[in-house]
């Protein structure tokens, strides 16, 4: 579980106890669900990446937006709701050139044109075969106005590994170049750090 969660949890489960003692268990009733779904919400089940050419989603959803560009490459949009798991992952395996966080308006994020004007944080992360470098997006959404990062300029990823939250419902944008090939569509439903987003042309490599 994410730290967040037990800080959260906890405090809206002893202030339900506190209460329960002093007034009467029913008044808190709903405190008590607050904590549950704290402890819901910021659940960090482990992931296995797979092995290979591949790049795996960063975030749990539904691929809500995919766009094509005219250099051959592709971006495709996670859609987040408040149940998904909203640990964030590395698509994949490299090292991280670059961190750049943006202020912004909080449209819903499933908007195309949240992936502009949204607060978000943006990831350029080279992968370890020396490919072209992906582009990661963290955006904040109508719900989620907390985007937390856990990693800094320099740092070496593993597919798969955990490298932020964002709180409360969001979207995560991955920019491809043309050196991938889409392997997912529109509305499929994807796991963290799991399903497979995109695949690299050249079967030599590996990640």
């Known amino acids: 579980m994410v730290k967040d969660g037990i800080y959260y949890g906890a405090g809206f489960l002893l202030a339900a106890l506190a209460i329960a003692f002093v007034l009467n268990a029913w008044w808190s009733l709903p405190l008590f669900v607050l904590s549950a779904f704290c402890f819901y919400f910021f659940r960090d089940p482990e992931r296995t990446a797979p092995s290979g050419p591949v790049a795996v989603s960063p975030a749990d959803g539904v691929v809500s937006l995919i766009r094509n560009y005219e250099d051959g490459g592709f971006r495709v949009s996670v859609f987040l709701n408040i149940f998904n798991v909203h640990v964030n992952r590395s698509p994949i395996a490299g090292r ?37 470098s992906l582009e990661v997006k963290q955006i904040a959404g109508l719900i989620a106005r907390r985007i937390v990062c856990y990693k800094k300029v ?14 409360f419902g969001s979207r995560m944008d991955v920019r491809f170049g043309p050196e991938w090939r889409l392997e997912v569509a529109k509305g499929d439903p994807v796991a963290a750090g799991e399903t497979v987003l995109a695949k690299r042309r050249e079967a030599n490599h590996a990640s």
Request: hydrophobic fraction near 25%; glycine fraction near 14%.
């Open 96 to 132: 991280i050139e670059s961190i750049e966080y943006q202020q912004g308006s909080f449209e819903m994020a499933h908007r195309e044109t949240a992936s502009e004007n949204n607060e978000q944080n943006t990831f350029v992360i080279r992968p370890t075969d020396g490919g072209g």
């Open 154 to 167: 320099g740092d070496s990823v593993a597919k798969g590994e955990r490298i932020g939250l964002i709180k």
